[in-house]
């Protein structure tokens, strides 16, 4: 059997993403806006990749180059593995044109299943129970719709006497009565092939913008003697599009409570879901308490019986069990088990802290390793050291590592002691047990065990 036959009675999936979302008022492509964290193309395609379909194809067009970049990004990151096809639409003709414009590429295909770049709060249930109905009712087409309070905006579906779906109706183009109806298209569709194809040949411009609507396919096919279903969900949150930043916040909204919601359930407390606010990809432990203003960020993953916030920040970070980050900002940085944080800490990338560390306020530590039970509590700056276990930090002690050009390294033995305000001048090493008189500007390494004091002697004058 040669490919294309093999093709034949796969699925292909198409992600339309050509406009460029003038109402978003924006130099940025409206589909790499992000939403919980995440473009809002990535939810379409990783629905897309779900589906195991024999092909997705993605339609690009303004700003071409960046939303195909964008796209393999989001792929990769993800793990989707299947080649992702791009088309390009010539010009911004209407998602009916950026169609005929990938017939060469479904027409390898019996089945189409077509969604749009802007709809990321759809969910995999309702684009399987489309694909499903589509394959039950044997049409030629099925659309996915939802009756909303406020239809503004969305194409109407127009049903006849019996129920059947007969058209879709842009508002640009609809009459009050049709404009009233408030079932709307969610821009997810299955298609059969050879329906599309031919339909399509029937479409031309139409409304304001002369554009060719996708939509106006429904009538051409059912003219030529087509059925066309219509899979309806009750879960109207999920159909609706993203146009302009007003309908950005309130998808994103949307997708914070159902992440919220999803924690919730699995075991970790949120104090004030009104307030807190986690991405997609944030793993959080059961018995975990989140406390009011908490935004966690990106690549995250939190441990059991954590407490965090109230008010603080953490993106792309590991935080282990049994730790808490109070008032803090923590980005890119590794805290290992029973480690405290806060109130007031700034954790910048490549710090690993712990197990049972502490790091109190106002202190700031980049790309340094802190050990066991060590204690930074106070008012400190920690740049690019490695501090060994039970080491103390006196209140306002800094590493100062850089000179200007370079940054150096400060190293701390285990047990060592810092005496508060100390300057230690990189690169330098202070050896195991060694102690640091209060005051000191340390230039040279302190041999174990040491006591070095670094300072003018007082003088009392009278
Ligand atoms: C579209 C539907 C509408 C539906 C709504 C759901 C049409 C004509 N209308 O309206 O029935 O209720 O989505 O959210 O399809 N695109 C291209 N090339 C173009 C124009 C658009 O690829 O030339 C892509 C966009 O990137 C977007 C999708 O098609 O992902 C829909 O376009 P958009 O302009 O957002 O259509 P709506 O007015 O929202
Ligand atoms: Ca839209």
């Known amino acids: 059997m040669n490919n ?10 198409l992600i339309l993403a050509a406009g460029q979302g003038m109402r978003m ?12 964290g995440r473009p809002m193309l990535f939810y379409i395609l990783r629905i897309a990749n779900a589906l195991k379909p024999g092909a997705i194809g993605v339609v690009v067009g303004h700003e071409s180059d960046q939303v195909k970049a964008a796209t393999l990004e989001m792929a990769r990151s993800v793990g989707i593995t299947r080649a992702i096809c791009f088309i390009t639409q010539k010009k911004p003709l209407g998602s009916g044109n950026a169609v005929v414009e990938s017939l060469p590429f479904l027409k390898k295909f019996k089945t189409a299943a077509v969604m749009c770049g802007d709809t990321p709060l759809l969910t995999y249930e309702s684009i399987y129970n489309l694909l499903l109905t589509h394959d039950q ?9 939802a009756r909303i309070a406020n239809p503004k905006g969305y194409g109407r579906i127009i049903r006849g006497a019996l129920g059947e779906v007969q058209r879709v109706v842009e508002e640009s183009v609809a009459t009050s009565k049709e404009a009233a109806v408030n079932e709307v298209n969610s821009g997810a569709y299955v298609f059969e092939l050879e329906a599309l194809i031919s339909g399509l040949k029937k479409i031309g411009a139409k409304g304001p913008k002369k554009e060719h609507f996708l939509t ?5 096919i059912r003219a ?7 899979y309806a969900t009750s879960n109207a949150d999920e159909i609706q599009g993203i146009n302009n930043r007003f309908q950005l916040s309130i998808s994103e909204r949307v ?6 919601e999803r924690l919730m359930i699995s075991g970790v407390t949120i104090r004030d879901p009104q307030t807190t606010q986690v991405d997609a990809d944030v793993e959080i432990g059961q018995d975990t308490v989140i406390y009011p203003g908490t935004i966690l960020r990106g690549h995250t993953k939190i441990g059991r019986l954590c407490r965090l916030g109230p008010f603080t920040h953490i993106e792309n970070s590991l935080i282990g069990n049994e730790c808490e980050v109070r008032y803090s900002y923590v ?7 029973k480690t405290s944080v806060g109130p007031f800490a700034h954790i910048r990338p490549d710090s690993i802290i712990g197990p049972r560390a502490r790091i ?3 202190t700031e530590v980049k790309a340094s390793k802190i050990g066991f039970g060590s204690k930074v509590n106070h008012l400190s700056y920690i740049g690019d050291a490695d501090i060994a276990e039970d080491v103390n930090i006196g209140a306002g002690a800094i590493t100062c590592n850089y000179d200007g050009r370079e940054k150096h390294q400060t190293t701390i033995g285990a047990k060592a002691f810092i005496g508060s305000n100390v300057n230690l001048i990189a690169p330098v090493r202070i050896g195991r047990g060694a102690k640091v008189a209060a005051g000191s500007t340390v230039t040279e390494d302190v041999p174990d065990e040491a006591l070095a004091i670094a300072r003018a002697r007082q003088v009392n004058k009278t």
């Open 255 to 260: 997708l914070n409570k159902r992440m919220l």
């Open 224 to 230: 030529k003697g087509g059925r066309i279903h219509a």
């Open 25 to 36: 008022e924006s130099s940025i492509p409206k589909v790499l806006h992000h939403v919980g």
């Open 216 to 220: 106006d396919v429904m009538e051409a």
């Open 137 to 145: 009712l044997k049409g030629q087409a099925t659309l996915l719709t």
């Open 331 to 337: 980005v890119g940085a590794r805290l290992l088990e």
């Open 4 to 13: 294309a036959k093999k093709a034949k009675g796969q699925l292909a999936v």
């Open 360 to 362: 109190g306020n106002f």
